[in-house]
C-alpha cells in the first residue's frame, strides 16, 4: 500500500524566509488544498470558500510566503491601488507631501494606501510587507537610508515599481540609481548656512534628529559643513535630539553656557527650529535679537510663529505630485525594472523673522 503524502513540511521551510525555497505549492500542500485552488485564494479570491481561504493564508504565514504578487502570472488585473509610505504625520512636511500624492492620485482614479515607518528601519520593511500582501501596483516611499535599505532591495529585486519622495539618491559605482523627486538637500543647506554667514555669524551649531533615522538630516549637515569649511569657520559636531516635538531645553542651555556660545542655530527641520525657539525663550533669550534660528523645511505652521520662522524652503506638495506622477507613468509604461533617475526640484530661502545680525559681533 502506498505511503501516505505528508502535509506537513520539512522544518527547512517551516523558518524559511519569502524567496527562499517556499513554493505556492508548499503552501497549498501545508493547508491541504489543490495547487490550483491555491492559486485562487491570491488571484481570485471570491472564488474560494471563507474558511478554505483563512487555511491558505494561515499556511502561507507559517511558511513566511508571500507570491510575487507584480509577477506576470498574478499581475494580469491591476488593482488601482498606490501604497504609501511616510515616516510620519506628526511632522507637518509630510502632511503637505501626502496632500500632492492624494489629489494626483485620486485625479488619475487610483486609490491609496497609507503607513507610517516611525523613522524605524526594521517598521519599514513590516510596513512594506504589508502593502504588497494587498497587491499594490506600485508604492511611493521615504525611507530611513535609501543607500543602504534593505527594504528598497527587496522592492528591485521583485520589479515592485516605486518612487522615493525627500529621499535624495545618488548613482552607485556601477551607475546605477534608483527614482527619486527630491530638493538637493546639501546645496539648499549650504546656501542656507551661507545667508547666515553673510548676515554676520560665525559661531553656527546644528541642531538635527538622528542621522540614522534620515540620511536627509546627514545631507543638510554636510551642507553646513561645506559653507563653514568655505568660509574658514570651524565646524561643530551636530547636536541630535531624540523627538522633533520634545521640549530639549538642558542640551540648548549646555550650548548656551559655553564661552564660544552659538550666536545663531540651524535645524534641519522645522519642528527642530520651532522646538529650538521654545526652548531659547525658556531661557530667557531672544529670537532674533540674542539668537537666531534658521529652519528647513518651509511648512506653513512656521509663518505662524512669532516672529515668522526663517527657513530652507522646499516644496512639499509638489514632491508628492511629482512622485505619484512619476510612479503612474512608470506603471503606464511597464518601466518596473528600469534604472532610477533622480529627479530635484528647486528651493528657495526665506530669510527674515528669526534671523539678524549677532547681538555682539562674534
Known amino acids: 500500500m502506498p505511503t501516505p503524502r505528508r502535509a506537513a513540511l520539512p522544518p527547512r521551510l517551516a523558518s524559511a524566509e519569502p524567496g527562499q525555497g517556499v513554493t505556492l505549492a508548499d503552501v497549498a500542500l501545508a493547508a491541504k488544498v489543490s495547487l490550483a485552488t491555491a492559486s485562487r485564494v491570491f488571484s481570485h479570491p471570491q472564488l474560494v470558500r471563507e474558511a478554505t481561504a483563512q487555511r491558505v493564508h494561515e499556511a502561507a504565514r507559517r511558511l513566511s510566503f508571500r507570491p510575487n504578487l507584480l509577477g506576470a502570472k498574478l499581475r494580469a488585473q491591476r488593482t488601482r491601488i498606490v501604497g504609501v509610505m511616510l515616516p510620519t504625520l ?49 508604492m511611493v516611499l521615504t525611507v530611513a537610508d535609501a543607500s543602504n535599505s534593505t527594504v528598497l532591495d527587496q522592492l528591485d529585486r521583485e520589479s515592485v515599481p516605486y518612487v522615493l519622495a525627500y529621499n535624495q539618491v545618488s548613482r552607485d559605482a556601477a551607475g ?60 561643530r559636531e551636530p547636536v541630535n535630539l531624540p523627538s522633533h516635538t520634545a521640549s530639549n531645553a538642558p542640551q540648548i542651555q549646555a550650548l548656551m553656557a559655553q564661552p564660544d556660545a552659538p550666536t545663531a542655530f540651524f535645524c534641519t527641520n522645522d519642528l527642530l527650529a520651532i522646538g529650538v525657539i521654545s526652548d531659547l ?29 526663517a527657513t530652507v524652503v522646499q516644496p512639499n506638495a509638489d514632491i508628492g505630485t511629482q512622485a505619484i506622477t512619476q510612479l503612474l507613468h512608470r506603471l503606464d509604461v511597464g518601466s518596473a525594472g528600469a534604472d532610477g533617475n533622480a529627479t530635484l526640484l528647486p528651493h528657495a530661502l526665506r530669510i527674515e523673522g528669526t534671523v539678524s545680525a549677532p547681538a555682539v559681533p562674534a
Request: charge should be neutral; include cysteine; glycine fraction near 10%.
Open 176 to 235: 546605477h540609481g534608483r527614482h527619486s523627486v527630491s530638493v538637493d538637500n546639501q546645496t539648499s543647506a549650504c546656501e542656507g548656512v551661507n545667508a547666515l554667514i553673510a548676515a554676520g555669524h560665525r559661531r553656527i551649531a546644528v541642531i538635527s534628529g538622528a542621522f540614522t533615522a534620515s540620511d536627509r538630516a546627514r545631507q543638510r549637515f554636510a551642507g553646513y559643513a561645506d559653507a563653514m569649511r568655505d568660509h574658514g569657520l570651524p565646524i
Open 90 to 138: 506628526d511632522n507637518a512636511v509630510f502632511a503637505e507631501c501626502w496632500r500632492g500624492i492624494e489629489e494626483s492620485a485620486m485625479a488619475a482614479g487610483y486609490s491609496l494606501m497609507l503607513v507610517t515607518s516611525n523613522y524605524e528601519p526594521a517598521r519599514e520593511r513590516e510596513r512594506v510587507e504589508y502593502l504588497l500582501r494587498h497587491r499594490v501596483d506600485g
Open 281 to 309: 525663550k525658556r531661557l530667557g533669550l531672544r529670537v532674533p535679537r540674542d539668537v537666531s534660528v534658521l529652519g528647513y523645511d518651509g511648512i506653513a505652521l512656521g509663518a505662524l510663529v512669532e516672529p515668522p520662522l
